[in-house]
């Protein structure tokens, strides 16, 4: 019987991680540095949050992007304090960009709260450590175009960031989301389209999203492999956003081109963002969280991803 496409892509996928392996002596260096995007534990106190990801062993995490204004959100010396008890570092930020802070707007007091929001993480997560904020060219939760300008207006707003990103030394990783979700930049491909429109030094990155990949890529892993070192974070979740190993994702294939491309090296992260099902997992941000429900999700995850990841550097 003849492969399907997607079981031949996976073959060259598969033939190509081998031959790498083989060529480097069987050793892949280090293994994928692992990460967890926290904003899905709710009002948890960062202190659980940390003691959680800790004894999971899980160094690094990336930190909800909560500075909406300049009264809110962690302290940056709070912070430091409690990954210090801890031994994390931040990997990065997950920037939250709505319809109240959108690059995109056709209102351009949307396109300051954008910029404004923007500054605010890159001064937290200079103060905190980590190497880069998620960037969203939309608003995420508006599907419909304002108009045939958003790109436009997009490339040029966030363009004003970049020095400002290069002289901190934090990268911009510019996150595609599902078209049910966001009216713009919906692929990996688009991505890169929307970076190269924006033409600057200090936006040049990609966060992938598997959740995003699943709607809108013809393979995943490819898509991975088409990214290149442009790919900074991955955000991570089976097929129905549930831990990793409660679904059908083939994740031996992702992990495997992530191998292809040197992802295993200082400044790139697997972050779990198990979200779960649902049309709007954005709810979450807000509620008194299941403890007992986040200490499996990230246990299940933590397991399931260093076991495959193990075994296919054994194997």
Known sequence: MNLQNFELKNKTIKERFD???????????????????????????????????SENGVPYIEL???????????????VNELLKRYDIQ??????????????????PVKRQAAL????REISFIKEVGGDYILVVP????????????????????????????????????VEPIRRDEVSLVHSIEDAKEYIAAVNHPGIRHINGD????QAEEDHIPQALISAGS?????????????????????LDTIIMALYLIDYNRKGCYVTPEPLGPGSDPYQSM?????????????SQTVRTFREREDLLRKS
């Open 19 to 53: 031959a790498l392996k083989k060529e480097r002596g069987g050793s892949l260096g280090s293994r994928l540095n692992l990460s967890w995007s926290n904003w899905g534990f709710g009002l948890e106190d960062l202190d659980d949050s940390l003691k959680r990801l």
């Open 64 to 78: 909800h992007g909560n500075h909406y204004g300049d009264d809110l959100g962690y302290s940056g010396t709070t």
């Open 90 to 107: 931040v990997s990065g930020i997950c920037g939250m960009y709505s319809v109240d802070n959108d690059f995109s707007a056709n209102r």
């Open 116 to 119: 404004d929001y923007t500054k």
């Open 138 to 173: 939309g608003a995420v939760g508006r599907s419909v175009a304002y108009d045939n300008a958003e790109f436009l207006r997009s490339s040029e707003t966030i363009r004003m960031m970049g020095d400002l990103f290069v002289h901190n030394g934090i990268k911009a990783a």
């Open 210 to 213: 598997l959740f995003h990949m």
């Open 230 to 250: 442009m790919l900074t974070n991955l955000h991570m979740a089976d097929s129905n956003r549930r831990a990793l190993g409660e679904g059908s994702l083939d």
């Open 286 to 298: 807000n509620r008194i969280p299941d403890q007992k429900a986040l200490d499996h999700l990230v």
